[in-house]
């Protein structure tokens, strides 16, 4: 009798075993496949597989890096970038949320506009990037605004669908409580729509990531975009590399970001 | 005069293509603190006419008076709806669920909240106030659901088959905690099903209805011995058996009169 639970908690010690082992696996196969791309970068770039004036080598970018680092001009430029996308993503997914609130409001709004959003939604919304220089100047304006149009309407559409789909028995319950639109928007629609919202924010990241980098390319003077393109206008491509590995770094940061908000608000609506 | 009293009310469901009478000519009034069961097949526009009672759908022609009031032109809400889940907010505590109506009446003040934590107590679900719906059983919630709309102090309570998605045992468990709640509180009620056993086991009085259009067919009177007896205890009584057969003859005629079907 008494050997019986002990016996289940060995059972349960084992499977614990196994999840760590299959996590230890799965660690080992992601590092090695990190290490063997930067190893066998550096190593073809030594013995001249590859031309190392166009692919460079990961040991000139830390090198370049680290100089960058000490004059301290590598920080304006992650500041500004980051900055611009931050405030592009913000301004874009609520933007594109609040008109997908107006939309709900008027249903004949909503129809009227279908086939608009349709066009704007299937445009390239870079095309638009030497309007939006000439018509707010040549500055960061510009590039912010280029990081909040590139998602607004995908975001309106999105979240818009949500809306919509929201099981009209809720509207139903408040409705017999004698409430106005606007509660229920408030109460029902909204509420059930953040888990909606909540992934188009991480489809927003990546988007406002290429408005701004295409916006530097355009017009700017400092930040990410603006040293690829400068690297590539002085034919120096460890700079644009480099450049790429620090996009791709706070990229995932933001990306995380959005995520652990995700699981925060996930865990307190259910 | 009557409590409620529905006249003449006919209602067409349009499309692009067709137009589908989905009631018509439902006249029937109903006496303060009498239960109701409007009984027939799917289809019948027993939902439609729901709505139509709580004000939130416009008959085509027609008129609901609640106290000689058009329902659509009264001050305050007095309905009362449960449907048939609980359709309580999943993101919101049982407590913020149970107190919605009076925050949306603006009737949220010290003395509606202890009654509804009374009413809470009295449904034996005392201290799940902090916890969220996913949290409980499919009867729990439905008996929230029962508190959440019993909190707004309705005159009149609309039941539209709610308990048609839980468990046997669960169903006839609730049958006997609203029927006996609404008994002391001596609310209006009218329930609205296809299970003919729960239509005599509750009601007062049921009228069948006939599809293709929704329309009385026939109004049955519960006799007092059933009525006096909760759901559970009515189930046994031989009463009941008689009627269910009266009853089930009767929706078999009305299914040979409409062939359709």
Not at chain 1, 69 to 80: A, N
Not at chain 1, 162 to 171: A, C, G, L, Q, T
Not at chain 1, 182 to 189: G, H, L, Q, R, S
Not at chain 2, 161 to 177: C, I, N, R
């Amino acid at each position: 009798m008494k050997s019986k639970p002990h016996r289940i908690e060995q059972l349960h010690q084992q499977y614990i075993g196994s999840l760590l082992r299959e996590k230890r696996i799965v660690r080992t196969y992601q590092f090695f496949i990190f290490a063997f791309f930067f190893a066998l970068w550096e190593l073809s770039s030594w013995l001249e597989w590859i031309d190392p004036l166009i692919f460079s080598s990961p040991s000139k970018i830390v090198e370049l890096l680290i100089s960058k680092i000490q004059d301290g001009s590598i920080f304006t430029h992650i500041g500004f970038t980051v900055f611009e996308t931050i405030l592009g993503f913000i301004l874009g997914t609520l933007s594109g949320t609040l008109l997908a609130a107006f939309l709900w409001w008027s249903p004949l709004a909503s129809k009227v506009l279908d086939p608009y959003l349709v066009i704007l939604n299937a445009m390239p919304k870079v095309a638009l990037g030497p309007i939006l220089i000439v018509a707010l100047g040549p500055g960061f304006t510009s590039i912010i605004a280029m990081g909040a149009i590139i998602s607004v309407i995908i975001t309106t559409i999105v979240v818009y669908t949500s809306f919509k789909e929201v099981d009209p028995n809720y509207i139903k319950v408040l409705k017999t409580f004698g409430a106005s639109r606007y509660v229920c928007f408030k109460e029902a629609i909204l509420p059930a729509s953040f888990p909606t919202i909540i992934s188009t924010l991480k489809v927003n990241v990546g988007l406002s990531w290429v408005g701004v980098i295409v916006g530097e390319f355009l017009v700017s003077q400092q930040g990410l975009g603006y040293l690829i393109i400068y690297g590539f206008q002085v034919f120096n491509f460890g700079l644009v590399l480099m450049s790429l590995l620090i996009i791709a770094i706070f990229a995932t940061i933001m990306y995380q970001l959005v995520e652990y908000l995700e699981r925060k608000i996930i865990k307190s609506s259910n | 005069m009557s409590f409620l009293s529905i006249q003449h009310v006919s209602h067409t469901y349009f499309t692009k293509k067709t137009a589908k009478t989905a009631l018509s000519g439902i006249s029937l009034d109903v006496e303060e603190g009498r239960f109701l069961s409007f009984l027939g097949p799917s289809g019948c526009g027993k939902t439609t006419l729901l709505s139509i009672i709580a004000g939130l759908l416009e008959p085509s022609s027609g008129e609901v008076l609640v106290e000689g009031r058009p329902i659509r032109e009264a001050q305050e809400p007095m309905i009362g709806y449960m449907l048939q889940q609980d359709y309580l907010f999943p993101w919101k505590t049982i407590e913020e669920n149970i107190l919605l109506g009076l925050r949306i009446l603006k009737k949220d003040n010290e003395l509606s909240r202890r009654k509804t934590f009374k009413l809470l107590k009295e449904i034996g679900l005392e201290g799940t106030e902090k916890q969220y719906p996913k949290q409980l059983s499919g009867g729990m919630k439905q008996r929230i659901a029962l508190v959440r709309t019993l909190a707004a102090e309705p005159k009149l309570l609309l039941l539209d088959e709610p308990f048609s998605a839980l468990d046997f045992q669960t169903k006839l468990k609730l049958e006997d905690l609203v029927s006996a709640t609404l008994k002391s509180f001596s609310k209006t009620a009218i329930l609205v099903t296809h299970d003919i056993g729960e239509a005599i086991a509750m009601s007062d009085t049921i009228f069948l209805f006939s599809t293709n259009p929704g329309r009385i067919y026939k109004q049955i009177d519960v006799p007092e011995v059933l009525r006096n007896l909760t759901p559970f205890n009515a189930r046994a009584h031989p009463e009941y058996s008689s009627l269910f057969q009266t009853v089930w003859k009767e929706l078999e005629n009305l299914e040979k009169q409409t062939p359709s079907y």
